[in-house]
């Protein structure tokens, strides 16, 4: 579809868009968002789809190419951190203690200083996630 401004030029529509990142095991991937965190997702054309509030976030396969995410590629707003944070890891998921830097984590694994609480983790791939606290 295309969009036409206010001097008649016609645009592509590029409201649209999705983000993505890449992981090294398509099928890991499906598990740790389906099965552990209880996300709606589908596989096409081997790719992942995760589908959330309103938006989808691709996860495309790049095998032994894969280099983990070095920032948070997906953020989850909660209510509850630290309940979250407990729940998450009673199935399961690892959570990352920082020490020593600005974004330094207590012993429940979740930064309490310099804005609102979060808490980070991985995926299967070693991407950065994230539930914070919602605003």
Do not use: C
């Amino acid at each position: 579809m295309k969009q036409r401004t206010d001097e008649g030029v016609v645009m592509a529509d590029l409201s649209r868009a999705f983000s993505g990142f890449s992981t090294d095991d398509v099928p890991a991937a499906k598990a740790f968002y389906s099965d552990l965190l209880g996300l709606d997702v589908t596989e096409e054309n081997g790719m992942l789809f995760v589908h959330l509030d309103g938006h989808d976030v691709l996860i495309y396969p790049k095998g032994s190419g894969h280099t983990p995410a070095t920032y948070t590629v997906l953020n989850f707003p909660v209510e509850d951190v630290p309940g979250t944070v407990g729940e998450l890891r009673e199935r399961g998921v690892q959570f990352e203690r920082y020490e020593g830097t600005p974004a330094q984590t207590d012993d429940d694994y979740v930064l309490r200083s310099g804005g609102p609480l979060v808490a980070w983790f991985t995926d299967p791939a070693g991407n950065i996630l994230s539930v914070v606290e919602a605003s």
